[in-house]
């Protein structure tokens, strides 16, 4: 967000900057080239000839896109880059991103329970013509949940293909996995040749994310999954019955932007309905943020975009793939829990989680433990080679959340003759634990009772009493309450590009999540881990964002007219935002504070409720380049995100402002002036719903005000006729000025709801106001 001359300020930093670091002009980067298409004079047969025309070295172009994008990537020394962007017919050149997965690599757990999806999913083939790509890092064919039983031929408009690569003949597809590519041309231009005893030349999943979140968004029924005698149940994604088309852009060294707009390119040309992309990076402008652009194509074919909130909770801020017409989903807890117990010798019991399958230790028996951050010791976080074997040997060994994998934190601890692991929490993971599949016993416990084992600790080497502990394993425990929480990792609002948006919209299972998992793969990720399992248990917003994907494909079937903003819009309006055991607020797992829509959005997602929202705010592709002018993007940024030439803004700009975007959240932001006299804040939204419930219906308006904060709709009742029936109204809200000290702000939150017989459609209401500096 910025005025016009920040759009292109921001380019011109970029570019220099780069200048800057690479000095001599020889170093070479990647960067996505944007052309103006139909300016392609007729003697070049193809784009692609005309492109190469204009590079010095042909064998620098990496991709070329022609669906959600034109032009193409290429390595580029600053010299050429420079002419390039002064060539005419070239808009713009977007320097090159990498991105990461989304997942705090733990343990498992699945979506909203099976019977919740009975009545839906019973035995017909809905949501079978539905197809999700998932972008992601390929996925592993064998996989029962991939089965494809009872599956008719994919649905008539399918033009994806199945590619060949190492170890993935074309016979790896069926009639669930219905299309794979991938994508590592961009990868390679930057690492060099990918080491094939490593990684796949392939659409397999050497890592095994993509193959977990894949079946959670479309895995079949599979029974009996567990891993390591965990989480022993039923398996299944959310839309067991759609078709998967899988996008490898993620490798060892990460998910490169040419690559990861390669495959929105491809997915929507093959005719995905759905694209789920658990990978982010950091918050750019739209207009230099790839997964923006790619996704902004997409939903303008009609394709929804749900995308991972990312895992930088809880602190505020966090929260990226914040573009309005990307699904933004965080990550919530279950009801599920595996506990494994510390008890210390002095009697205390101090409550942890853990997935270790392995032999346990001796019943009854206190084992000496040790603190890997006490005097003598060289690391608290029980890196690699840090933890002196005659100090270890035979104990178990409290180690510092932080830096290396958590379970690789175990097999440091196992390599030093240690017999257990306690992981504590720092004070910024709070109480939020993550359940892993261990090396050896092994346990997580939050920050607090970390304190207490320590302070047990280090009281007993004053006393001169060694101390002990062990860990008490109890397996899988379900009715845990209260639940859902926001976990703690789960990305958090406010929006840092837009404040008008709120973000994330919504929240979904994405702690402890059990899903497929390749067999070729550790599911502890470390290569020492001999231990093999069909299943395993990870958590991250990574997961979280498949179900909503999987949710999507089922309202699209539902609905086949919906457009990705009517599906946001019904899943944002009917989420909760109480607990389901006892009707309290959701609650924050960091510090079971109450949670708040910066963290939750508009709260937990309700799949039976998003079928029939009885009303939605839908969005089309003009109302997002009006929403770009009010933010203040410039005409030429406009035109790099939405391809339209002349976006005229005048119109625009008289018409509102960027918090009038139709969006199913309300969200507004005020600056104060400086030291002028605090004057009474006022603003207004403007909303129009469709009618998707019954003809013939009556709503009426129920407003939740934020604290001090007067709100007043016009009108009050919306009476529909018909169905599709559009109607309009006018929300005006006026607050009292309030005192801050410069650089703050404060937040007030409500809700608005329109209700008739049948359905409630609840929108938050949130009012910001910043004292700028
Ligand atoms: C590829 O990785 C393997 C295993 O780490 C290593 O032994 C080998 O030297 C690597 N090959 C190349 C070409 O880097
Ligand atoms: C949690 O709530 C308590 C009581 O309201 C408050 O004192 C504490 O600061 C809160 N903790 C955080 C991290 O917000
Ligand atoms: C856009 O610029 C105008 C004029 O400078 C300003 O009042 C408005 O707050 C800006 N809007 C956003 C969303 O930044
Ligand atoms: C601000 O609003 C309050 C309550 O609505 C009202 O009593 C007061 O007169 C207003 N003040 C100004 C300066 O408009």
Redesign the pocket.
Known sequence: ???PVKSWWCMAVLLSLYLLVTGSGEEKETFIVQVEHEAMPSIFPTHRHWYESSLADTSSIIHTYQTVFHGFSARLSPAEAQKLQSLSHVISLIPEQVRHLHTTRSPHFLGLNTADRAGLLKETDFGSDLVIGVIDTGISPESQSFNDRDLGLPPPNWKGQCIAGEHFPSTSCNRKLIGARYFCAGYEATNGKMNNTLEYRSPRDSDGHGTHTASIAAGRYVYPASIMGYAKGMASGMAPKARLAVYKVCWNAGCYDSDILAAFDAAVADGVDVISLSVGGVVVPYHLDVIAVGAFGASEAGVFVSASAGNGGPGGLTVTNVAPWVTTVGAGTIDRDFPADVVLGNGKVIAGVSVYGGPGLTPGRMYPLVYAGSDGYSSSLCLEGSLEPNSVKGKIVVCDRGVNLRAQKGQVVKNAGGVGMILINGPFDGEGLVADCHVLPATSVGAAGGDVIRRYISLGSQLRSPPTATIIFKGTRVGIRPAPKVASFSARGPNPE???ILKPDVIAPGLNILAAWPTTVPPSALPSDRRRSEFNILSGTSMACPHVSGLAALLKAAHPDWTPAAIRSALVTTAYTLDISGGGPLLDESTNNVSSVFDYGAGHVLPDKAMDPGLIYDISTYDYVDFLC???YSAHSIRVITRMAAADCSGAKRAG???NLNYPSLSA?F?QSPNGHPNNISTHFIRTVTNVGDPNSVYKVTISPPPATHVTVQPTTLAFRRLGQKLNFLVRLQTLAVQLSPGTSTVKTGSISWSDAKHTVTSPLLLTIHQPL
């Open positions: 967000m910025g005025s837009s404040g008008e009010n933010s203040n402002h960027a918090a932001v600056h």
